[in-house]
């Protein structure tokens, strides 16, 4: 079924852009069903269309400034993986090839060549799904307090970084707006069901685990992740994006050190920066040094250079 809802999809009917920073994305003619903090969902019909802008946020706040290229990694590195990992448990992606694209968004090229996917419609579940393998974030200030995340009671004298002694799943709600909460299994369940909860648990687990491994013979540490899932006639699929420097903790191996922060090829050097401000963390967000802009960019590349063995084609 899932082949045939592609196939349906694609029956609809390489230039380098002069900007290479594409914050907002509209297409004349086609509709747009949501604007999230980076990516646009436009509807197509039988299927959707996500194109990753290069916006960045921090803090759920968007920043003014956007990062060179920044959603072609995102939407390139999110293509490796749903290919890497479609053994362990489908996904929604119909094709990333712009040449596959409908006839009607051939004009768009400029805009859409390389950052963006067609995928199958679904009804996302109303949970985000967060694997930790390491203790960080809110999971380590959560530790700090209780020796707990999401209620999963874990070993006394772990450090900021530490490697968890297996992979825990630590669910949070998904907010629209703001932070999203995170949440005990218990309450995942109530939310989507017990069933339901116990699948995405399973597979969040699998796909993690595959990836950590494999990231690991690339010389990067994902120290957690985030997944989101779908209904698509009856079946849960994988779905939004995966494995990304915005949807997880990416550490160089080389360099782990627990007992602090880590450095990182995602935009927690970014997060960095802006803890030395004095920014209250609501809008508007301060203005980027292009030294900051260009030294993020260059940590999405990084890490797609280091996963892929490629370099990002834009």
Avoid at 94 to 100: E, K, L, Q, V
Avoid at 117 to 135: H, S
């Amino acid at each position: 079924m899932l082949a045939e809802r592609a196939q349906t999809c694609l029956a609809f009917g390489m230039m380098t852009t002069q900007n290479p920073v594409l914050q907002n994305v509209d297409l004349p003619g086609i509709q747009k069903v949501k604007s999230g903090k980076v990516r646009e969902i436009f509807d197509l019909g039988d299927c959707l269309l996500f194109v990753v802008s290069d916006r960045i946020s921090a803090f759920d706040v968007i920043m003014a400034q956007g990062i060179p290229n920044k959603g072609r990694v995102l939407n390139q590195i999110s293509a490796f993986w749903f290919g890497k990992t479609a053994h362990i448990f489908p996904n929604h992606v119909i094709t990333t090839d712009f040449a596959r694209f409908p006839s009607s968004l051939q004009k768009f090229r400029e805009q859409l060549d390389g950052r963006s996917m067609l995928v199958m419609k679904t009804k996302p579940l109303a949970v985000e799904c967060v694997v930790r393998g390491y203790l960080a974030g809110s999971g380590w200030k959560e530790y700090k307090k209780s020796q707990s995340v999401c209620g999963i009671k874990l070993p006394a004298g772990l450090l900021e970084s530490s490697e968890l002694p297996k992979p825990i799943f630590t669910p949070s709600t998904k907010a629209e707006q703001g932070h999203d909460e995170n949440i005990s299994f218990e309450e995942a369940e109530k939310i989507i069901g017990k069933e339901a909860a116990h699948a995405v648990r399973n597979a969040s687990l699998l796909i993690y685990q595959w990836a950590r491994d494999y990231a690991r013979t690339r010389g990067i540490i994902i120290a957690d992740t985030k997944f989101e899932f779908g209904i698509l006639d009856g079946k849960i699929i994988l779905i939004d994006e995966a494995l990304t420097p915005d949807s997880s903790r990416f550490w160089p191996a080389d360099q782990y050190k627990p007992g602090g922060s880590q450095p990182s090829f995602d935009k927690q050097f970014l997060r960095d920066y802006l803890e030395t401000l004095t920014w209250n963390k609501q809008p508007p967000p301060p203005p980027l040094p292009e030294e900051i802009v260009q030294k993020t960019g260059e940590k999405y590349r990084e890490a797609y250079r280091r996963l892929t063995g490629k370099e990002l084609s834009v």
